[in-house]
Each structure stands twice: as structure tokens, then as C-alpha cells.
């Protein structure tokens, strides 16, 4: 069993930067792969970056070159650093874990809300 926890969000310019954490308890939390969702109102879940317990990093095309994950095992943490934010962008961000790779990410985050606006 792991929790997680996000924060970090907030409002923020078109253009601007933000990072999001997620900090993780309960479990070892190195041999979990790491992702993050968002939602925006009306839509569905969407993938937006994952980082495996390898390190291996991969990212949904929207977001490709401007968001890059990371994590930090000695912090239990996931990083998610945003950039060139665009309002399409403004969505409920979650920090999801999977134990096994070819599984769900079925531990979830309660939310973070990002807002692009001006």
C-alpha cells in the first residue's frame, strides 16, 4: 500500500512555469513506476508523463518538451516541472504508481488543481 500526495499547484500566466510534487508514504517506494494524470473539466483522464523505477522516462505529445518528470527515492518524491504552460493545460493533476509494470496505475493521488489563465 502507498499514499500520495500532491501539491504545488496553483494559478499561473500563459508562458509561465510551475512544478508539481508528489510526495509518497506507506510503502517502498522505489520499486514503484510513477506517472502523472490530469483532468480537465468535462474530459477524460489523460496520460501526461510516467518515469519508471529504471528511470525511464516517457511523455504524452502534448506536453512533449516543455514538461519534464523526475523522481527522488530518497525522498520518497515525483517531480513534475511544467514550462511554456498553455491554457489548455489547466486540468486536476494526479500522481498515479503501478507496482508492476505491465499493471495499472491503480494508487492514486487526491489532486492538484493547475490554472493557465491570465
Known amino acids: 500500500q502507498v499514499q500520495l500526495v500532491e501539491s504545488g499547484g496553483g494559478l499561473v500566466q500563459p508562458g509561465g512555469s510551475l512544478t508539481l510534487s508528489c510526495a509518497a508514504s506507506?510503502?517502498?517506494?522505489?520499486?514503484?513506476?510513477m506517472g502523472w494524470y490530469r483532468q480537465a473539466p468535462g474530459k477524460q483522464r489523460e496520460l501526461v508523463a510516467t518515469?519508471?523505477?529504471?528511470?525511464?522516462?516517457a511523455y504524452a505529445d502534448p506536453v512533449k518538451g516543455r514538461f519534464t518528470i523526475s523522481r527522488d527515492n530518497t525522498k520518497k518524491s515525483v517531480y513534475l516541472q511544467m514550462s511554456s504552460l498553455l491554457p489548455e493545460d489547466t486540468a486536476v493533476y494526479y500522481c498515479a504508481a503501478r507496482r508492476k509494470s505491465w499493471g495499472q496505475y491503480d494508487y492514486w493521488g487526491q489532486g492538484t488543481q493547475v490554472t493557465v489563465s491570465s
Open positions: 518515469i519508471t523505477k529504471g528511470d525511464i522516462t
Open positions: 506507506g510503502s517502498v517506494f522505489n520499486i514503484y513506476d
